[in-house]
C-alpha cells in the first residue's frame, strides 16, 4: 500500500480560494508600499551561510535551515568531528548554504553588492517567503511570507514616521484593529546602563522581549539564569511597570535616565517621533512599550511591533532602526529603518474574523453551460467579448449532464451561469441564472454584461 503523501511541519498547502484571499492581502499591501514610493526587488531563496550567521543573535542562528552541499557532502569532513559529533564545528565542512531567516540581512546584502547601482535613500519594498527551523505552534509557521519595506542611506526620523503611516494604512484597508507598539534600543542601552548591566544589554532585551508570552515571574528567572544580579532585578521592576500616557512615560524616562546620554537619545527620537505621529492623527494607537524590546540584534534605534486587538495571536508586524547593518558587508555608516508584515498571521486574523470583502472570495463571475460542439463555439464567442472587459468566464469542456455542470459552478462559488441552447443561438441572447437567487432571463449580450457588473 502507498503511502499516504504530506508535507513537512510547519508549512501549508493553499487551495485556489486560499490563494484568492492571500492575493487580496499581498496587493493590498504592495498598493500602500508603491503610493509611498518604495519599489520591489527579489533575493535568493537561499544565501551564503556566512552571509546569514551572526546577525540574528544565538538563539535565532538555532533556527537557521541550512543545506547540505551537492554530492558526497562528507568527503571533506573532518573525520575527527564526525566521530565526536560536534555538529556546530561539522556544519561549515559540509554546509556552505542556508535558506533565508528574514528578508533584511538578504537586503543589506543587496545594497552592498549593488551599492553602484541604486539611488540613496533607497527605498524597497520585498514580498518572499523566509525560513525558520522554529516549533511549530498556532500563528508560527516554518515557512511563511514576510511582506518587507525599507529605507537606506538616510537617519531622518521622518522614516520611522512614514513606516507608522504606512501601517495604519495597510490595516485600515485590511479592517483589522491594531495597536503599534514602538520602543527604542537606545532607550533599553541606557535602562541597562543605569542598572549597572551595560555589557548585557543583549541578555536583557532577549529577557524582557518575552514578557507578554512567559510573564514577569519567567523573564526575572531569566535574567537571573543570564546571570544578572538580584539588585540589578529590582531596579529594573519599576521601568517596566511604567504606564500613562506616552508624554507621562517619556517625562519619566527623562527623569530616569538622566545619567545615560544614550539613554537620553532614544528618549529624544521617541519625542520627536511620536509628536509628528500625534498631529498626523491617524486612526490606529501608537503606544510607547517599554517592554518591547525584539531580540535581534542589528536593531539600534526605534522598534515596532503591531497586535491585533481583536485576536489572540503574536505580533503581526515588526521592524526597526539598524544604523551599521550593512558595514558586516563592507559598507560602513549607512543607516535603515523597515518594518516587515507578517502577511500568514494576518491571513489567520483576517479568516478568524472574516474580513474579506464578499466578492474577493469569487473567482469565475460566469460559467457557460456545454451541450454540444456547436453551443460551444456560440459560448467561447460570447466569452472573449465578455473577457475583454475583464469579466471572468469560463465554458465547461465537456458536454455532460446540466446537474453536473450546475454542481460544478455551485462548488466554485460562481455567481452566475449562461445556459445556450439552439433557441438562445437563433435570437443571439443567453440564458442566465443568478445562482443565489436561482431567478432565470433571457438576455442579450449588453443585459448580460449590465447585470454581471
Given at each position: 500500500?502507498?503511502?499516504?503523501?504530506?508535507?513537512?511541519?510547519?508549512?501549508?498547502?493553499?487551495?485556489?480560494?486560499?490563494?484568492?484571499?492571500?492575493?487580496?492581502?499581498?496587493?493590498?499591501?504592495?498598493?500602500?508600499?508603491?503610493?509611498?514610493?518604495?519599489?520591489?526587488?527579489?533575493?535568493?531563496?537561499?544565501?551564503?551561510?556566512?552571509?546569514?550567521?551572526?546577525?540574528?543573535?544565538?538563539?535565532?542562528?538555532?533556527?537557521?535551515?541550512?543545506?547540505?552541499?551537492?554530492?558526497?557532502?562528507?568527503?571533506?569532513?573532518?573525520?575527527?568531528?564526525?566521530?565526536?559529533?560536534?555538529?556546530?564545528?561539522?556544519?561549515?565542512?559540509?554546509?556552505?548554504?542556508?535558506?533565508?531567516?528574514?528578508?533584511?540581512?538578504?537586503?543589506?546584502?543587496?545594497?552592498?553588492?549593488?551599492?553602484?547601482?541604486?539611488?540613496?535613500?533607497?527605498?524597497?519594498?520585498?514580498?518572499?517567503?523566509?525560513?525558520?527551523?522554529?516549533?511549530?505552534?498556532?500563528?508560527?509557521?516554518?515557512?511563511?511570507?514576510?511582506?518587507?519595506?525599507?529605507?537606506?542611506?538616510?537617519?531622518?526620523?521622518?522614516?520611522?514616521?512614514?513606516?507608522?503611516?504606512?501601517?495604519?494604512?495597510?490595516?485600515?484597508?485590511?479592517?483589522?484593529?491594531?495597536?503599534?507598539?514602538?520602543?527604542?534600543?537606545?532607550?533599553?542601552?541606557?535602562?541597562?546602563?543605569?542598572?549597572?548591566?551595560?555589557?548585557?544589554?543583549?541578555?536583557?532585551?532577549?529577557?524582557?522581549?518575552?514578557?507578554?508570552?512567559?510573564?514577569?515571574?519567567?523573564?526575572?528567572?531569566?535574567?537571573?539564569?543570564?546571570?544578572?544580579?538580584?539588585?540589578?532585578?529590582?531596579k529594573l521592576q519599576p521601568i517596566l511597570a511604567l504606564s500613562g500616557t506616552n508624554e507621562g512615560k517619556l517625562q519619566s524616562l527623562s527623569q530616569?535616565?538622566?545619567?545615560?546620554?544614550?539613554?537620553?537619545?532614544?528618549?529624544?527620537?521617541?519625542?520627536?517621533?511620536?509628536?509628528?505621529?500625534?498631529?498626523?492623527?491617524?486612526?490606529?494607537?501608537?503606544?510607547?512599550?517599554?517592554?518591547?524590546?525584539?531580540?535581534?540584534?542589528?536593531?539600534?534605534?526605534?522598534?515596532?511591533?503591531?497586535?491585533?486587538?481583536?485576536?489572540?495571536?503574536?505580533?503581526?508586524?515588526?521592524?526597526?532602526?539598524?544604523?551599521?547593518?550593512?558595514?558586516?558587508?563592507?559598507?560602513?555608516?549607512?543607516?535603515?529603518?523597515?518594518?516587515?508584515?507578517?502577511?500568514?498571521?494576518?491571513?489567520?486574523?483576517?479568516?478568524?474574523?472574516?474580513?474579506?470583502?464578499?466578492?474577493?472570495?469569487?473567482?469565475?463571475q460566469i460559467l457557460f453551460i456545454s451541450f454540444g460542439e456547436s453551443e460551444t463555439r456560440y459560448c467561447m464567442k460570447t466569452a472573449v467579448q465578455?473577457?475583454?472587459?475583464?469579466?471572468?468566464?469560463?465554458?465547461?469542456?465537456?458536454?455532460?449532464?446540466?446537474?453536473?455542470?450546475?454542481?460544478?459552478?455551485?462548488?466554485?462559488?460562481?455567481?452566475?451561469?449562461?445556459?445556450?441552447?439552439?433557441?438562445?443561438?437563433?435570437?443571439?441572447k443567453v440564458t442566465l441564472k443568478n445562482m443565489l437567487s436561482g431567478e432565470q432571463q433571457l438576455v442579450d449580450p449588453e443585459e448580460l454584461i449590465?447585470?454581471?457588473?
Amino acid at each position: 500500500m502507498a503511502q499516504k503523501p504530506s508535507i513537512p511541519k510547519g508549512t501549508r498547502d493553499f487551495s485556489p480560494a486560499e490563494m484568492v484571499r492571500r492575493n487580496y492581502i499581498f496587493d493590498t499591501i504592495k498598493g500602500v508600499f508603491q503610493l509611498y514610493g518604495y519599489q520591489p526587488i527579489e533575493t535568493p531563496a537561499m544565501e551564503n551561510l556566512d552571509t546569514l550567521l551572526g546577525k540574528y543573535g544565538e538563539e535565532g542562528d538555532k533556527l537557521l535551515f541550512k543545506i547540505l552541499n551537492s554530492g558526497d557532502f562528507l568527503s571533506k569532513a573532518d573525520a575527527s568531528l564526525l566521530e565526536v559529533k560536534d555538529s556546530n564545528k561539522v556544519t561549515s565542512q559540509i554546509s556552505e548554504k542556508g535558506l533565508r531567516y528574514d528578508l533584511t540581512v538578504p537586503f543589506a546584502r543587496f545594497v552592498v553588492q549593488h551599492q553602484n547601482e541604486i539611488t540613496f535613500p533607497f527605498k524597497r519594498y520585498q514580498i518572499q517567503p523566509v525560513w525558520r527551523a522554529d516549533r511549530p505552534q498556532k500563528g508560527r509557521y516554518r515557512e511563511f511570507f514576510q511582506c518587507d519595506v525599507d529605507v537606506i542611506g538616510s537617519n531622518s526620523l521622518l522614516n520611522e514616521v512614514e513606516l507608522i503611516q504606512i501601517v495604519d494604512e495597510v490595516y485600515r484597508k485590511l479592517n483589522i484593529n491594531v495597536v503599534i507598539k514602538i520602543n527604542n534600543r537606545k532607550v533599553l542601552a541606557g535602562i541597562a546602563e543605569i542598572i549597572g548591566e551595560s555589557s548585557r544589554m543583549v541578555d536583557i532585551t532577549v529577557a524582557i522581549d518575552k514578557l507578554d508570552k512567559i510573564g514577569l515571574t519567567k523573564v526575572n528567572q531569566e535574567l537571573r539564569e543570564r546571570g544578572l544580579s538580584d539588585l540589578a532585578i529590582e531596579k529594573l521592576q519599576p521601568i517596566l511597570a511604567l504606564s500613562g500616557t506616552n508624554e507621562g512615560k517619556l517625562q519619566s524616562l527623562s527623569q530616569i535616565l538622566s545619567s545615560s546620554q544614550t539613554g537620553l537619545k532614544g528618549v529624544e527620537e521617541l519625542t520627536s517621533v511620536l509628536s509628528m505621529v500625534k498631529e498626523l492623527q491617524l486612526k490606529t494607537v501608537t503606544e510607547l512599550d517599554l517592554t518591547l524590546a525584539r531580540g535581534l540584534n542589528y536593531y539600534t534605534g526605534a522598534i515596532f511591533e503591531v497586535k491585533a486587538l481583536d485576536v489572540e495571536i503574536g505580533s503581526i508586524t515588526g521592524g526597526g532602526r539598524y544604523d551599521d547593518l550593512t558595514g558586516i558587508f563592507g559598507l560602513p555608516g549607512v543607516s535603515g529603518v523597515g518594518i516587515s508584515f507578517g502577511a500568514d498571521r494576518i491571513f489567520d486574523v483576517m479568516n478568524q474574523l472574516d474580513l474579506y470583502p464578499k466578492d474577493v472570495t469569487a473567482t469565475t463571475q460566469i460559467l457557460f453551460i456545454s451541450f454540444g460542439e456547436s453551443e460551444t463555439r456560440y459560448c467561447m464567442k460570447t466569452a472573449v467579448q465578455l473577457r475583454k472587459i475583464g469579466i471572468k468566464a469560463e465554458i465547461y469542456p465537456d458536454s455532460g449532464k446540466m446537474k453536473k455542470q450546475m454542481g460544478y459552478a455551485d462548488k466554485k462559488n460562481i455567481p452566475f451561469v449562461a445556459i445556450v441552447g439552439e433557441d438562445e443561438m437563433n435570437q443571439n441572447k443567453v440564458t442566465l441564472k443568478n445562482m443565489l437567487s436561482g431567478e432565470q432571463q433571457l438576455v442579450d449580450p449588453e443585459e448580460l454584461i449590465n447585470i454581471i457588473q
